[in-house]
């Protein structure tokens, strides 16, 4: 079992930068695989950036590549994205994930575990 909660959302205007982090309660945190997922208004949840256990693995979006950055910190028990370059199409709830096992995943239903969500606008 894990506990995720999510920081560092906000507003911000385009072009600017935020850093999310999921804080992960446990001490098997290093044993998860992880994602950030994004909930904009109207629309389907979708898969933003996906991180390995060991953070040897990594996986972007189209969307966000070169812009995005995630990491993780497993003596902290945290999952970072990094956002630069922001843009209005960015603005979202922000969701962060959990699975034991494999590398990473991309689909929602593949994920045991989530957090509340943090809440990033992006101004024009």
């Known amino acids: 079992q894990v506990q995720l909660v999510e920081s560092g959302g906000g507003l911000v205007q385009a072009g600017g930068s935020l850093r999310l982090s999921c804080a992960a309660s446990g001490r098997t945190f290093s044993s998860y695989n992880m994602g950030w997922f994004r909930q904009a208004p109207g629309k389907e949840r979708e898969v933003v950036a996906a991180?390995?256990?060991?953070?040897?693995?990594?996986y972007y979006a189209d969307s966000v590549k070169g812009r995005f950055t995630i990491s993780r910190d497993n003596a902290k028990n945290t999952v970072y994205l990094q956002m630069n370059s922001l843009k209005p199409e960015d603005t979202a709830v922000y969701y962060c994930a959990a699975r034991q096992g494999g590398a990473y995943y991309l689909l929602m239903i593949q994920y045991d575990y989530w957090g509340q969500g943090t809440q990033v606008t992006v101004s024009s």
């Open positions: 991180i390995s256990w060991s953070g040897g693995s990594t």
